[in-house]
């Protein structure tokens, strides 16, 4: 019962925004978006998390529709080191278990 | 500041051995979690645990699979006589359990087991 979904990949331009979308259609109101990235053979790391409003941290951008049915991640200016496999997962906030589906591989060209 | 630690990196067994991998928490948390990642999947929940309790385990498998967390020294994830379908990464989580349920995860580097 997949609560998100995500392009399988994209391809992204060194130096370029990368803009990264994912569905939830049927998110609840108590529930917070959230993502996390995976680099090849290392463990998921925490980008951003937000519940209706636009978030920014030294990492990313996070943008929500008004109506929450759908988000943008943007990495602003993306680098070699970006290439990954980014999570988009959406959890209630007192819901301890991650679940992570097949994300969307992006991979940052030169 | 060490973040999330995991031994072995690596872990090679055969069929019917028993493998234990090991998870040191950052500094200062005392929630931990397992998820295991099978080839080509995302990463799966299988057990959260707080010092010398656990406090869910519904997504590990009923047999042959155990965690701990003692009130001294890192967590254990044990797995007994190991199948071919055993094969993933098992990577843990820690966080310090301030805000309810949503305090960040950090995740260690994970243990990818290799069953021959």
């Known amino acids: 019962d997949a609560k998100t979904t995500q392009p399988p990949s994209m391809d992204c331009a060194e130096g370029r925004a990368a803009n990264l979308p994912c569905n939830h259609s049927?998110?609840?109101?108590?529930?917070?978006v959230y993502w996390y990235r995976q680099i090849h053979s290392q463990g998921p790391q925490y980008i951003i998390h937000?519940?209706?409003n636009n978030e920014t941290n030294e990492m990313a951008s996070l943008i929500i529709t008004e109506d929450r049915k759908s988000s943008t991640l943007i990495l602003p200016h993306a680098t070699l080191r970006d290439t990954a496999v980014y999570y988009c997962i959406v959890r209630v906030f007192s819901d301890y278990k991650l679940s992570f589906g097949a994300g969307t591989t992006v991979t940052v060209r030169a | 500041n060490a973040g999330v630690m995991q031994n072995p990196r690596h872990l090679v067994r055969r069929r019917g051995q028993e493998a234990r991998l090991r998870c040191s928490p950052m500094?200062?948390?005392?929630?931990v979690y397992w998820y295991r990642q099978l080839p080509e999947e995302g990463l799966k929940f299988m057990v959260y645990?707080?010092?010398?309790?656990?406090?869910?385990e519904s997504g590990m498998p009923k047999e042959r699979f155990s965690a701990e967390f003692p009130k001294e020294g890192p967590s254990i994830l044990r797995i007994q006589q190991v199948v071919r379908g055993d094969s993933a990464a098992y990577f843990c989580?820690?966080?310090?359990?301030?805000?309810?349920?949503?305090?960040?995860?950090?995740f260690g580097p994970g243990t990818r087991l290799t069953v021959l």
């Open positions: 645990l707080q010092k010398e309790n656990i406090i869910d």
């Open positions: 989580a820690s966080s310090d359990g301030t805000s309810g349920g949503y305090n960040e995860q950090f």
């Open positions: 500094k200062g948390h005392s929630h």
């Open positions: 049927t998110i609840s109101g108590n529930e917070y």
């Open positions: 937000g519940l209706k």
